[in-house]
Every structure is written in structure tokens, then in C-alpha cells.
């Protein structure tokens, strides 16, 4: 079996992938789970998965959203915080 990648490595492909995402789509967990399944095979699990999007919402990085659904995307920031 191949090694299995880590969830910091998990982390930070699921972070490029709703950073490339931004303003085009919005991202489902179960998205993310889905497409690194895809990417990576049998060298990650739906755990490794779940460790890796708590590891962004709890650094920061990515923030849950909900419109109609739970998505996960880039913390907004607001018009005054751009001074």
C-alpha cells in the first residue's frame, strides 16, 4: 500500500483548491473530501480529510459559510479592514 499523505499535506491541497475556487464557486466539504480522494487514491482517507478541514477552520484559513448549505471558503474581509 502506498504511504498515506498527511493531514497538513491534505490541508494545504484543499486550501489551494478553494483558493482557486474563490469568486468562481463556492465548496462543499464533502467536495473537497471528494475531489482529494480522486487526486491522491488510496493515499488518503475520509479521516485524514476531516483532520484537514478542521486543521484550516481552526488556523484561520478557511471559514465555514452557509447559504443554503455548508461551504467552505477564503475568510472575507470587510471594506474597513482594508486600510
Known amino acids: 500500500m502506498a504511504q ?3 493531514a497538513q499535506e491534505a490541508a494545504e491541497a484543499m ?3 478553494v483558493k482557486e475556487a474563490a469568486g468562481l464557486r463556492k465548496l462543499k466539504p464533502m467536495d473537497l473530501t471528494k475531489n482529494l480522494l480522486e487526486l491522491f487514491g488510496d493515499r488518503v482517507d475520509k479521516q485524514i480529510c476531516k ?3 478542521r486543521e ?3 488556523s484561520g484559513r478557511c471559514v465555514y459559510t452557509y447559504f443554503g448549505g455548508t461551504y467552505l471558503e477564503l475568510p472575507h474581509r470587510e ?3 482594508n486600510d
Open 4 to 6: 498515506m499523505i498527511t
Open 15 to 17: 486550501f489551494n483548491m
Open 51 to 53: 483532520e484537514a478541514i
Open 56 to 58: 484550516l477552520v481552526e
Open 79 to 81: 471594506g474597513a479592514a
